[in-house]
């Protein structure tokens, strides 16, 4: 029996998003939720009253240690996430610059986001989205590295004091890795406001699974998506 | 070559005793920082290597690093002057001036070519061909480039040496840069610091003195024996920074009380110096126990490190600092985003309008 709510419809199920990525992805989430308050703590501390430090619970300390212990949580995950992407080809986000459809398909989503064209092409995974994924990992790069040759150089002479300590000296002083890594956090603040949006957006707009696919792996699309053949090689003629 | 004593051989001329020279060896020991099994070695190298010649220039600077130098009480400036270094030549502790001085200096680089330790304080500076730091009718850059060549190892002393100094903070007029740059592959130990404290000076140049090498030198060639570790990692106050119990002025109670100053701007979190350890003046002070926030005068740039002494982070006038901005950006990120998504919901209404329209249309 049909009802006005309800339609029957033919989707396509493609399988994504290994388990890997999507634990790295929430673990992220929720590190970097952490990683930020706490980070924003430190910079502008609470302030304790007491006669003396042993009548205190050691606050910023404790924040200090959440901090650290978010980081290599963060870290952790990590190697999932590139053990993912070697086994499975749907964890390749990577924007595929050196393919000529990429601009194509680029201007196709930039000219639909600036509200010019009722609609984009199907895409699994669409070309501007690729892009701000890599700028993402690019600021969290950035946060890493400023962030160890902060945290490491407690011992200047450790492994890592040498493996992160150039940090601060390419940067010309640690004054400089403390700004950096306070002001790339905002940065990567405003690409979650704009990344939420975008996946919102894409579920009511599209209804194609964008949100659930970070929990699911899979995406149910109507149409035949442009960069099929990325996880389906028999699709490479089509 | 003429036959140079070594420190023992002063010791010896000046009738002092085998136990005072060992008890000064031990103390030389502690003082460049190595440990107390090295004792042996410092003694044999003080008995047998000569005393060496140290040659010591005045660039662009204010000498205060001479001014703390001469403070220096274990060993005394004047033993180490005296007895355990060949002073052959410095701008403010010679007694002589003048055309001889100058022309001592040349002697001096000639006799002892490629086996004398230049200390320089001061930057260069290279506008308009150097003549804004001239020194004996010389500019100071082309002198410092010609006694630099011949050196056995450079030694830089004070932040002006290292990296420029005040004199090079923006927009710099005078060119003024660290000495670096001019002494083309010689070894160079920079010890940055306005001024570097007393006993870190004397230290580097006894190293290089006994041992005939530089001291181990971390990635910005500073000594690590002295440069190691960050002030806050050695700062008496770091509990009541991990306790979260900071002044919030200079006149309030916790700076009264002595509470952590890294709410007033302390860089004793990004500065590598021993004023947490060692101290000045025979271990008496430093600036954060005297009560005012380190502004990390050992770090290059300190002068333009973008934020004022007082404050953790650069403001940008009205706007505020880098949190007020980010969160300002965000929530108009946020604003627009909600706008651009009102749009989205109105134009996709539109096209399935059409749509149903067009449809609606085949049906009829």
């Known amino acids: 029996m049909e009802h006005e709510n309800m339609k029957v419809q033919k989707r396509r199920e493609y399988y994504l998003f290994s388990p890997w990525l999507r634990i790295f992805h929430w673990v992220m989430v929720d590190s970097i939720i952490v990683l930020f308050v706490t980070g924003i703590l430190i910079g502008k501390p609470l302030e304790i009253m007491a006669l003396e430090p042993t009548q205190t619970s050691l606050l910023m300390n404790w924040v200090r240690d959440i901090h650290f212990l978010a980081a290599y949580a963060f870290c952790a995950a990590f190697i999932l996430r590139v053990y993912g992407f070697v086994t499975n080809k749907g964890d390749r986000l990577f924007p595929r610059f050196w393919k000529g459809r990429f601009y194509a398909d680029t201007i196709d989503v930039a000219l639909h986001y600036m509200l010019l064209k009722r609609f984009h092409r199907s895409y699994l995974r669409n070309p501007l989205a690729r892009m701000s994924y890599a700028g993402l990992y690019v600021l969290v790069a950035i946060e890493v590295l400023t962030g160890f040759a902060m945290y490491y150089m407690t011992e200047p002479n450790g492994i890592g004091g040498t493996l992160f300590g150039w940090v601060n000296v390419w940067l010309g002083g640690e004054m400089m890795t403390h700004l950096v890594h306070h002001y790339t956090a905002w940065a990567i603040v405003l690409f979650t406001s704009g990344h939420l949006y975008m996946v919102t957006r894409a579920e009511f707009m599209e209804g194609e699974s964008e949100v659930s696919s970070m929990f699911s792996g899979s995406k149910f699309l109507v149409h035949y998506p442009q960069d099929a053949s990325e996880v389906d090689p028999s699709a490479e003629k089509s | ?364």
């Open chain 2, 1 to 364: 070559m003429e036959k140079r004593e070594s420190l023992w051989e002063a010791y010896l001329r000046r009738g002092l005793s085998r136990r005072s020279f060992i008890k000064g060896c031990v103390a030389l020991t502690s003082l460049m920082g190595l440990s107390t099994d090295m004792v042996s070695k410092v003694v044999e190298a003080a008995e047998k290597k000569p005393l060496p010649v140290v040659i010591w220039m005045h660039g662009h600077e204010c000498t205060g690093c001479d001014e703390a130098f001469i403070r220096s009480a274990s060993p005394l400036a004047s033993d180490l002057v005296l007895s355990s270094i060949a002073l052959e030549y410095d701008h403010l502790l010679s007694a002589a001036c003048g055309e001889p001085f100058e022309h001592h200096l040349e002697e001096t680089v000639k006799k002892y070519w490629g086996n004398y330790i230049l200390a320089v304080e001061g930057a260069v500076s290279t506008t308009d061909n150097g003549v804004y730091c001239m020194s004996g009718g010389k500019p100071f850059v082309d002198t410092f480039q010609r006694v630099a060549k011949g050196a056995m190892a450079i030694v830089a002393y004070g932040t002006c040496a290292v990296s420029g100094g005040i004199q090079g903070a923006k927009p710099n007029p005078t060119g003024s840069s660290g000495v670096g740059h001019y002494i083309g592959t010689k070894p160079i130990v920079n010890v940055p610091g306005c001024p570097p404290i007393p006993e870190v000076m004397t230290g580097v140049v006894m190293h290089v003195a006994l041992f005939g090498k530089l001291p181990p030198l971390d990635s910005e060639n500073r000594p690590k024996q002295f440069f190691g570790n960050r002030i806050h990692d050695t700062c008496y106050r770091r509990p009541f920074f991990d306790a979260g119990m900071f002044a919030d002025r200079y006149d309030d109670a916790g700076a009264k009380a002595g509470w952590c100053l890294y709410r007033l701007g302390c860089r004793g979190p990004e500065t590598y110096a021993s004023c947490g350890n060692l101290r000045w003046y025979q271990g008496m002070s430093y600036p954060i126990q005297s009560g005012a926030a380190c502004i990390g005068c050992a770090n290059n740039n300190f002068w333009d490190s973008g934020a004022s002494f007082s404050e953790r982070l650069p403001k940008y006038g009205p706007l505020g600092d880098v949190d007020t901005i980010g969160a300002g950006l965000a929530i108009a990120s946020t604003a627009g985003v909600a706008l651009h998504g009102a749009m989205s919901v109105m134009q996709k209404q539109k096209r399935e309008a059409e749509e149903a329209e067009s449809e609606g249309g085949a049906h009829k």
